[in-house]
């Protein structure tokens, strides 16, 4: 088989690089490990930034995006016992987020590339990339007892941090970037209304909680707990107990809870690879750089790698020109290092680490403080926070 593009995951990153290219007439084949169902059932994001909902709309896949999509104009923090808002649309000139599940525009995806009759393997076992330095690379994957070559110009390593393409890369070629955060957060999905139609991002001293939601039936809460913890640890009255310790009384009070349809734990760190890009081989997505979950800048910092690759592609296949893929390792990372300082910023200023003392609880206390009696500083959040432009 022969391609123009080979792509490995199909996640939200290899879905979306691979229904804009065919807009544009570049063939791709995409190569995903897992089932569809499985894909599916994996609850991650739901806070989409401006620039991420117009490559949705301009893969031509964000109409249910636009109808069901929650367009949300700020979020509050609460500290203290009280919650205060920060309105993004007044901060930013009229900027706004959306919230719609990483579940929901995976199936769009999923389903836009059916309907072109788009090449998506799934339960593609053993994929591989091979000849990534040489004119002609090829991905080969196993289908049964069968294995399967793919010829590509060039090929794209969408399959998140776990994924193979980036151990494809010769280890003195890169430099990598790590933060491992000493707690992750324990999340719970629930079908009922939720608490606020904004979310509510809270720092309290037995830790950071998030009121979260999907969709106005669907709620997703989040408390941070040590890393060596389980979720067996953690059934459903003893989560809303905690959850409810760390908030101010009025939320906690008029929360509703049922039971859980989802429970996972997933852990924080902060991942960077340089460069993005080897040979033939373009990283975009979680398999170039993790963030943590605080700030919503995973799916988001993603989406602006796609931004850049799928524009250099379109500019190679239909003017023979590569400036863009020259310079995408340093575009996408110039973003994904601010991605990076946010989430990092927001990640210190609302958890509770296991050795911190009263002196770091103190500059937490003024920093959430200055935050709130400065116009300039809580701008500088909604900046980032709806999205920095690309
Ligand atoms: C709890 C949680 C909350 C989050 N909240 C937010 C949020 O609100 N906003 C935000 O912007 N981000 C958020 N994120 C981050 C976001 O979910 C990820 O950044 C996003 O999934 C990245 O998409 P991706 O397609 O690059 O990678 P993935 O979603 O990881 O997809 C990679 C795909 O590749 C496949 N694959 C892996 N290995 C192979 C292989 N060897 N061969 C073939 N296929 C392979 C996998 O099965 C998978 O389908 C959150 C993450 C978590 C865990």
Not at 193 to 199: G, Q
């Amino acid at each position: 088989m022969r391609t123009q593009v080979g792509i490995i995951g199909g996640g939200p990153s290899g879905l979306l690089l691979s229904q804009l290219l065919h807009r544009r007439g570049i063939e791709t084949v995409v190569l995903e490990k897992h089932s569809r169902e499985y894909v599916l059932e994996r609850i991650r994001a739901g806070v989409l930034e401006h620039s991420f909902a117009e490559l949705m709309r301009e893969a031509q896949v964000g109409e249910r995006m636009d109808r069901e999509g929650q367009i949300h104009d700020g979020f509050y923090i609460a500290h203290g016992g009280i919650k205060k808002r920060v309105d993004l649309r007044a901060l930013t000139g009229g900027k706004t987020v959306i919230v719609y599940g990483q579940t929901e525009l995976t199936r769009d995806l999923y389903e836009a590339r059916d309907q072109a009759g788009g090449i998506l393997i799934h339960n593609a076992a053993d994929v591989k990339p091979h000849d990534l330095a040489s004119p002609h690379p090829y991905l080969t994957y196993r289908l049964g007892e069968e294995t399967v070559r793919i010829d590509c110009d060039y090929i794209v390593g969408c399959d998140g941090f776990h994924g193979v393409s980036r151990q494809s890369i010769p280890k003195e070629k890169v430099r990598t970037f790590e933060r491992v955060y000493p707690f992750g957060w324990l999340g719970v999905l629930t079908r009922t209304e939720p608490v606020s139609p904004e979310l509510i991002y809270a720092r309290h001293e037995r830790g950071f909680a998030l009121c979260s939601l999907r969709s106005p039936t669907l709620s997703r809460y989040y408390i941070q707990v040590p890393l060596s913890d389980s979720v067996d640890n953690w059934p459903d009255e003893q989560f809303f107990d905690e959850l409810r310790r760390r908030l101010p009384a009025g939320v906690s009070e008029a929360m509703i809870t049922g039971p859980s349809i989802e429970k996972s734990i997933a852990p924080l760190r902060s991942f960077v690879i340089e460069p993005m890009r080897f040979g033939k081989l373009f990283l975009a997505g979680d398999a170039g750089h993790i963030l943590p979950p605080t700030g919503a800048r995973g799916l988001n910092t993603a989406a602006s790698d796609i931004h850049y690759l799928y524009h250099a592609l379109v500019d190679h296949y239909s003017q023979r020109d590569d400036r863009g893929l020259e310079s995408y390792s340093q575009r996408a990372l110039a973003r994904v290092w601010k991605g990076q300082r946010f989430s990092w910023w927001m990640t210190n200023l609302l958890h509770r680490f296991p050795d911190s003392s009263p002196f770091d609880e103190r500059i937490q206390e003024t920093e959430l403080a200055y935050l709130f009696s400065s116009e300039k500083a809580l701008a500088l959040l909604a900046e980032n926070y709806v999205g920095l432009p690309l």
